[in-house]
């Protein structure tokens, strides 16, 4: 980090400082507090006023931690520090006492700066209000896709358009996984301990690899998109862990990648009205796809509005210093608020789109089946589609050598577009068939056009 940076106009700013706490010292509020620190100069002179930190409340006093602070500013008194703060920046994490202080701090005036996904989409509204209510703001762009600038481009740059579709890779670990399967080959459970030994993924990776961090960041990111609230409990969730290597093998057949997605669009239910689906899972997407090509434990978030069309957003979606990135960028936005008075805009949700369950949502299967290889057989899979409304897009067979010499085959088929109900029932149905050994996997197929 480079040292104190005095900004051009500093010494000429005559006004308070704007008081800053920051709630948490882990990795990100370590990088927080370097740079408040080691940036002061420019920082006062893009705010328009010194930022001055009042104080870092953590759980224990007295760990080693190498930071160009004064010692005198650490407490475990949290309660106490929001009180005289005029910007709180919490980068504790977990609903509770993050929550209950976030409360505190916009009771006592203070704006809040945020990276935590999992508070906003279980409780996102009763935040919201509360800091439109004390007239403060609630900024929170570090708890979507790290660094990427992406939750203010939605909520203000894209504020005169209409969103229709908002398709990312917002989860690192899952991506590096899956990005190590397609590359090496190797299973599920070797590429997870592979990331864990790299510290991508956690000692308990169930949060990642089961699609919960990605589906709290997918709420937060259909809200706005969408003017509509959504929480964690509206997302439909379906995390890598079944994903086989026999899946990722499957899908370079097809020309195509593996990638967890977050996915909100629009979409309309039966009687015609507008809804949104918002839903992470895995899916098979085109290699041509400017998602596929994002690599390691990077996140791209991909945007489609009517009149901008379609917008990529790339970066590093994890990590202290891109993180502290963005905690910093919502800093220095609120608190030149505090300088000028007035908040920045509040989250909208006039539209209350409902949310579309995942039967009626329209989507696309890649479908791997064990079957006998003889006559009728391709007849009967394809009837089984038929009856339940599903049109074949493509299908394809492998011949399989077996040990006994019973002739058996390997069909591949994928779909154009149906309900999820109508995909899910119809496989069911194939599952029960006597002439097909097993269903060997599906995967939902996104990023096509048919
Ligand atoms: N664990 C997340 C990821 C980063 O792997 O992307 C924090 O949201």
Do not use: W
Not at 138 to 158: D, F, W
Not at 207 to 215: N, P
Not at 334 to 346: D, F, I, L, N
Not at 414 to 430: C, I, P, R
């Amino acid at each position: 980090m480079g040292a104190d940076r005095a900004g051009p106009t500093e010494g000429t700013l005559a006004v308070e400082p704007v008081k800053v706490a920051l709630l948490g010292c882990g990795v990100v509020g370590t990088e927080v507090a370097r740079l408040l620190t080691t940036q002061s100069g420019e920082l006062a002179s893009r705010v328009g006023a010194p930022l001055e930190l009042v104080g870092i409340a953590v759980r224990r006093l007295g760990r080693d931690r190498d930071l160009p602070v004064d010692p005198s500013l650490f407490t475990t008194d949290a309660e106490e520090l929001v009180t005289r703060a005029d910007v709180v920046v919490e980068v504790i994490g977990g609903i509770e006492p993050a929550r209950s202080l976030v409360l505190r701090a916009f009771a006592h005036g203070a704006s809040v700066v945020t990276a935590n996904k999992a508070l906003l989409a279980a409780d996102g509204p009763t935040l919201y209000e509360a800091a439109a209510e004390n007239g403060v703001d609630l900024y929170y762009e570090a708890s979507v896709a790290g660094a990427i600038p992406l939750l203010r481009p939605l909520k203000e740059s894209l504020a005169g358009d209409r969103v229709t579709r908002v398709l990312g890779i917002v989860n690192g670990t899952t991506n590096y996984v899956l990005d190590q399967m397609d590359t090496t080959g190797m299973g599920f459970a070797e590429a997870v301990e592979q990331a864990q030994a790299l510290g991508y993924a956690e000692a308990d990776p169930t949060a990642d690899v089961e699609g919960f961090d990605a589906a709290a960041k997918a709420a937060i990111l259909a809200s706005l998109a969408f003017h509509t609230r959504v929480s964690l409990d509206d997302v439909h969730r379906e995390g890598i862990t079944e994903v086989s290597a026999a899946d990722v093998r499957a899908a370079q057949l097809q020309g195509c990648v593996v990638k967890l997605l977050a996915i909100c669009e629009r979409g309309v239910d039966a009687a015609g009205d507008e809804t949104v689906s918002v839903r992470v899972h895995p899916a098979m997407l085109p290699r041509a796809h400017q998602l596929a090509g994002v690599r390691g434990a990077f996140n791209a978030v991909y945007v489609e509005a009517e009149s901008a069309g379609q917008l990529m957003f790339y970066g590093p979606g994890a990590g202290g210093q891109p993180t502290a990135s963005a905690v910093m960028g919502d800093v220095v936005a609120v608190a030149r608020h505090k300088v000028v008075g007035g908040r920045g805009p509040g989250e909208s949700a006039y539209a209350q789109l409902a949310v579309q369950p995942m039967a009626e949502t329209v989507t696309r299967y890649h479908v791997r089946l064990d079957v006998a290889d003889k006559p009728g057989v391709l007849a009967q899979v394809a009837g089984v589609f038929a009856q339940h409304g599903v049109s074949i897009e493509a299908v394809q067979q492998r011949q399989v050598t077996t040990g006994d010499g019973a002739g058996r085959a390997v069909l591949v088929v994928v779909t154009h577009s149906a309900t999820d109900a109508a995909l899910a029932a119809t496989v069911e149905e194939l599952e029960d068939l006597e002439i097909v050994d097993s269903v060997a996997g599906v995967l939902r197929v996104e990023g096509g056009d048919a």
